[in-house]
């Protein structure tokens, strides 16, 4: 499967921003979609993940950020509300087909990654 990661900016502190995974070449459905980030200078991080058992989110972003999915268009959004700079990074989408439950967080469970998008929040 491939993906494209689309929809990073600039954006102020306390505001909102919508970025989004396509996904093309094959049963999308049958995926539990990842999101990562990578802020400057710092290891990549669990963000989200939605698939067949669920959705799960870092504690850092629980309630602030919601991913969905729509299979019949394969794609999934991360909706980010109240954002902060420290959410500042590029933003990954990635794939399995094959997620246990308790990998979800783990990026070496994903065999498929998109390129990512940049958020930047700043004043």
């Known amino acids: 499967v491939l993906l494209q990661a689309s929809g990073g900016g600039l954006v102020q502190p306390g505001g909102s921003l919508r970025v989004s995974c396509a996904a093309s070449?094959?049963?999308?459905?049958?995926?539990?979609i990842g999101w990562f980030r990578q802020a400057p200078g710092k290891e990549r991080e669990f963000v989200a993940a939605?698939?067949?058992?669920?959705?799960v989110y870092a504690d850092s972003v629980k309630v602030r950020f919601i991913t969905s999915r729509d299979n019949a268009a394969n794609i999934v959004r991360l909706q980010m509300n109240s954002l902060q700079p420290e959410d500042t990074a590029d933003y990954y989408c990635?794939?399995?087909?094959?997620?246990?439950?308790?990998?979800?967080?783990?990026?070496?469970?994903?065999?498929?990654w998109g390129q990512g998008t940049l958020v930047t929040v700043s004043k």
């Open positions: 939605i698939g067949r058992h669920g959705t």
């Open positions: 070449g094959d049963t999308f459905s049958r995926y539990t």
């Open positions: 990635a794939a399995s087909s094959t997620m246990i439950l308790s990998n979800r967080r783990n990026a070496r469970a994903y065999s498929y």
